[in-house]
């Protein structure tokens, strides 16, 4: 039965419809409820019928008392017996079968479950943000909203409906009963029940705020030590760990400042709500013992009245408790809403179609961008890049080289003009399929916390040892990991290369992502700076497989090392996101123009040397 119980809310589905922005908490909450509006259902009537056997069972104590004032032991059992017995199969019986119902529902149903499926469907649209979305935050404060939101979201509620409902259902039941039995009794109750309503209204909405405060300096603390961990490296080379301490502890010290303030206001809560529970209290036990003493009600009522009231207040302290961890929550789940419900940033058009890529045609028409600048990085520019072509974009840093990439790779859209790819503008193709036909060798190579197989095998899933090991000698990598072991003792292509390939050199993480392009096998060809973090021998033996890789491709190159793009058919040289020159390395060293200015700031080096030259490809001099 738990296992059955279990499978009733799959927690990998995929969302019919992203999480709604802009509609506010409710319907936010709605959206994943209604995922589980079954469970939540049966949990709602469970919460019901545990509220009121519970009630039954003061009043079954004074009912007790009251049979053994009327009866003698004699005739006692032979009198009652089924009434005894009745109550016996309440309090053995229906109350044990609907706590474990309850408890069946709210932990083997709906807990895991849709805690994770709530993580599940986050993610799943998060990931699927744009590029900007992620540089303009924490990694680990986008990570902490997404793993908080989901048990939040449940915690919240559930706790409503076993504890606020509860106290709804006990209290009305419990009035009801007095009602019928002694009237007068209701009276402190009543009394009691305005004034709690009215103690929450002041109290909520103050702990809600305070609440979303705290889970947001959480969030941005969370985002500090992440930085700092994921940026470790950095923070030893400069020997800043002092310097990260008072990031981290400004963090922490501001986090502590706001939780005080929302556990103050929690501690002022509780001591109103213990006072008011006590008066309560009071008031009824010596109501109760007057109408005893004037013989308005008999010791049986007195009986269970005590107790029934003394169930209120722990519940009602209990549904406090509840309260303040809901609001707790229902702060993380407004904080997790700021990331999770924002629309998807440069989204799919809803007419986008697949690209299909024919030839390999690249056309930049008259595009203009500038990250919403008024001055532009790109302007007005025109680039016709023929099918199998090789072409180099040169120049210096900022001149708008690694943003033609980002457009081309549709991470942003042009402000103006468009950019077609064998006749398709790529506007109005779906992102994935774009980015499937263009495969990428970066200047900031970062590889998965994987084994180096599945690195590789990250540009085609589906291929096979063979093809992965193969990959890997074309890229001249495969020497090199045979002769790899990690920390638990994994070895070669088993072997784990730490967060962002932290366990291999820059160059042998080039060499792995280049062999992850080359399994990819796309039509299009980016390398940007892809030779950078090698040795000049290296770079040797990459140049020649990336002859054989670039052949029958259409490849745009970005290098500030000229060396390693002379033998392309074309260099293109922008300054200050305009085109100011093209054609090929030699046609652009007899213009003596902008390409032979930076080639001879950097002839000084080993391009001098014929021998090196010669080993490279390029001409010398």
């Known amino acids: 039965m738990l296992r059955w119980a279990e499978t009733l809310i799959p927690p990998t589905v995929p969302p019919e419809a992203p999480p709604p922005s802009g509609a506010g908490l409710i319907a936010f909450y709605w959206h994943f409820v209604r995922q589980a509006r079954g469970p939540f259902a049966a949990l709602f009537a469970a919460a019901f019928t545990v509220a009121l056997l ?60 849709l805690t994770n499926r709530i993580r599940w469907q986050s993610h799943w649209h998060v990931v699927r943000q744009g590029w900007s979305f992620f540089q303009n935050d924490f990694a680990g404060r986008i990570a902490t ?53 009215l103690l929450l209204r002041a109290f909520v909405p103050r702990l809600r705020d305070r609440a979303k405060a705290t889970s947001e300096a959480r969030s941005a603390l969370t985002g500090r030590i992440v930085d700092t961990y994921a940026n470790i490296l950095t923070v030893k080379l400069f020997a800043r760990a002092r310097d990260q301490d008072g990031f981290v502890r400004d963090g922490i010290d501001r986090h502590t400042g706001i939780f005080h303030r929302q556990l103050r206001l929690i501690t002022l809560f509780g001591l109103c709500l213990s006072l008011l529970s006590a008066s309560m209290v009071t008031a009824t036990a010596a109501l109760s013992i007057w109408l005893w003493t004037k013989g308005g009600v008999e010791p049986g009522m007195v009986a269970a009245v005590l107790p029934l009231t003394w169930q209120l207040l722990r519940t009602a302290g209990w549904v406090a408790d509840s309260v303040t961890s809901i609001f707790e929550n229902v702060g993380t789940v407004q904080e997790g809403m700021e990331t999770i419900a924002k629309p998807l940033r440069d989204a799919d058009r809803e007419d986008a179609t697949p690209l299909v890529v024919t030839e390999g045609g690249i056309r930049y028409e008259h595009v203009s961008f500038g990250y919403g600048a008024a001055r532009g990085v790109i302007r007005d520019l025109v680039l ?55 495969a990428v060798v970066t200047q900031d190579t970062s590889l998965l916390h994987r084994s180096i197989r599945d690195n590789i095998r990250f540009g085609r899933p589906d291929a096979t040892e063979e093809e992965v090991i193969e990959a890997a000698r074309q890229a001249a990598a495969h020497d ?61 033996v990459i140049q020649e497989q990336l002859e054989t890789l670039m052949a029958g491709r259409t490849v745009i190159a970005v290098a500030h090392r000229l060396s390693t793009i002379a033998r392309m058919d074309r260099l293109v040289v922008m300054e ?38 010669g080993r490279l490809g390029y001409p010398a001099g």
Not at 385 to 400: C, D
């Open 54 to 113: 519970d009630t039954l069972i003061p009043l079954f104590m004074g009912r007790v008392v009251t049979l053994l004032a009327r009866h003698d032991t004699a005739t006692l059992f032979a009198a009652v017996w089924p009434e005894l017995l009745g109550m016996a199969a309440v309090l053995m019986l229906l109350r044990p079968a609907a706590l474990v119902t309850q408890g069946l529902l709210a932990n083997q149903v709906i807990a895991a479950n």
């Open 145 to 197: 909203r997404v793993m908080q939101t989901g048990p939040s979201l449940r915690e919240s509620v559930v706790a409503s409906l076993q504890a606020v409902w509860y106290l709804i259902v006990y209290g009305a039941v419990s009035i009801i009963a007095l009602l019928a039995l002694a009237p007068m009794l209701v009276a402190p109750i009543l009394v009691w029940f305005v004034a709690y309503i």
């Open 384 to 438: 016709d890049i023929r099918p199998g072509e090789r072409i180099a974009l040169v120049g210096h840093s900022g001149a708008g080289k690694s943003t033609l990439i980002n457009l081309l790779l549709g991470f942003f859209q042009p402000e103006a003009g468009r950019i077609v790819i064998d006749g398709q503008d790529i506007a109005g193709v779906t992102q994935e399929s774009l980015r499937q036909q263009v």
């Open 480 to 540: 090199f990991i045979l002769n790899l072991s990690d920390w638990e003792g994994r070895t070669g292509y088993d072997s784990r290369v730490g967060e962002r390939g932290v366990k291999l050199s820059g160059g042998q993480r080039q060499r792995v992502a280049i062999a992850r392009v080359i399994l990819k096998g796309a039509p299009i060809l980016v390398l940007d700076e892809a030779t950078s973090a090698l040795d000049s021998e290296s770079e040797a």
């Open 576 to 613: 200050e996101g305009r085109i100011v020159e093209q054609g090929s390395h030699a046609a652009l060293l007899a213009a003596d123009g902008a390409y032979a200015r930076m080639w001879n700031r950097q002839s000084g080096g080993f391009i001098d040397d014929p021998a090196q030259a």
